[in-house]
Nanobody
Framework: QVQLAESGGGLVQPGGSLRLSCAAS????????MYWVRQAPGKGLEWVAT????????YYLDSVKGRFTTSRDNAKNTLYLQMTSLKSEDTAVYFC????????RGQGTQVTVSS
């Protein structure tokens, strides 16, 4: 059974940084493409980033390119999302997921960007 647990969210000022983590269990993490999705207040789920199993190749939503970096530690079954130069429009609940649509995702961690 897939289990995903995100952490690291919080309140940050515009221009600030946060690092999210996602602890994975219940499946062979090192074999899977992994995803970050987010849900802003009153909106649907939005794909943010993808990382291939070995962690070398990544893909990003245009609006976060150059600001967000996803990585993974397969030895620790952990996925990361480093977020820099945060903007108010990045405010959302962030989820890690095993599919791009976020159907199989964790409980999420709240990121609020506000002065």
């Amino acid at each position: 059974q897939v289990q995903l647990a995100e952490s690291g969210g919080g309140l940050v000022q515009p221009g600030g940084s946060l690092r999210l983590s996602c602890a994975a269990s219940g499946f062979t993490f090192s074999d899977r493409w992994m995803y970050w999705v987010r849900q802003a207040p009153g909106k649907g789920l939005e794909w943010v980033a993808t990382i291939r199993p070995r962690g070398v190749i990544t893909y990003y939503l245009d609006s976060v390119k150059g600001r967000f970096t996803t990585s993974r530690d397969n030895a620790k079954n952990t996925l990361y999302l480093q977020m820099t130069s945060l903007k108010s429009e990045d405010t959302a609940v962030y989820f890690c997921a095993t599919d791009r649509d976020g159907k199989d995702r964790g409980q999420g961690t709240q990121v609020t960007v506000s002065s």
